[in-house]
């Protein structure tokens, strides 16, 4: 019997340029809890607006508007995203499905390209960091316990800045203004969290074994029933 359908979740974790740390092409695990990273770059937007060219201070209010501000109730930004996945994977996880995660991680171009794959890793990790903590709706357990029982699967897939994330090619050599404050450059420091896949869980049902009864007439012949 099919207890859980196949369900997916798309969305998307916004960094700051060269965040986290540490800086270093070797390191490919955060000094920091996404979370954390998250705050301190909400408290960067008058920064990086006031920073932007004045062609791209309103791209960018509007990334940050569109992508990571949590809005007045809460129900925008990466933040909003992970709460819905918490809520819908509970139920998955209790029926015994195995979920299956896959992170993309991405980073803009002004970097050499095993750097940026380092900081892919390292923004990843800081997502996992964030993440296993949570206890779905309806669990007793965390993520990080339904990973220990290998219910809870994340694959990474590390790619810098060789990545085109929505028509922009992250490997662009933009203008020295807009490597850091522009949209384009904001687009590519990214995870994406592309899926989750809740694995059918088959119940199996037993079917009672037939049982031979004899019974003997009156006239010695036997019948089995």
């Not at 932007?52 to 930004?77: C, H, M, R």
């Not at 002004?110 to 990843?124: C, D, E, G, I």
């Not at 896949?197 to 006239?219: A, D, F, I, M, Q």
Request: hydrophobic fraction near 30%; charge should be negative; include cysteine.
């Amino acid at each position: 019997i099919d207890k859980v359908k196949e369900d997916t979740y798309k969305f998307s974790y916004y960094f700051d340029n060269d965040i986290p740390g540490k800086q270093d092409a070797n390191v490919t695990t955060a000094n920091e809890s996404y979370q954390t990273t998250l705050s301190n770059y909400i408290a960067r937007q008058t920064d990086y607006s006031t920073k932007a060219t004045s062609a791209n201070k309103e791209g960018v209010n509007q990334f940050y508007e569109q992508n990571i501000l949590p809005g007045p109730n809460g129900d925008k930004g990466p933040l909003h995203g992970t709460l819905k996945f918490i809520e819908g994977v509970g139920e998955a996880l209790n029926a015994g499905s195995t979920v299956e995660v896959l992170l993309q991680g991405s980073a803009s171009s002004p970097n050499n390209v095993n750097y940026n794959k380092a900081l892919s890793k390292r923004r990843m990790d800081s997502v996992i960091q964030y993440m296993l903590p949570l206890i779905p709706a309806n669990s007793t357990k965390s993520l990080q316990q339904w990973k220990d029982e290998g219910k809870f699967e994340i694959t990474q897939e590390a790619f810098g800045e060789e990545i085109s994330i929505d028509g922009v090619d992250c490997t662009q050599d933009l203008p020295s203004s807009n490597k850091v404050f522009s949209p384009q450059a904001m687009g590519c420091r990214r995870v994406l969290f592309k899926s989750v896949v809740e694995t059918p869980y088959k119940e199996e049902v037993v079917t009672p074994e037939k049982k031979t009864v004899v019974v003997k007439g009156e006239n010695g012949t036997s019948n089995e029933k």
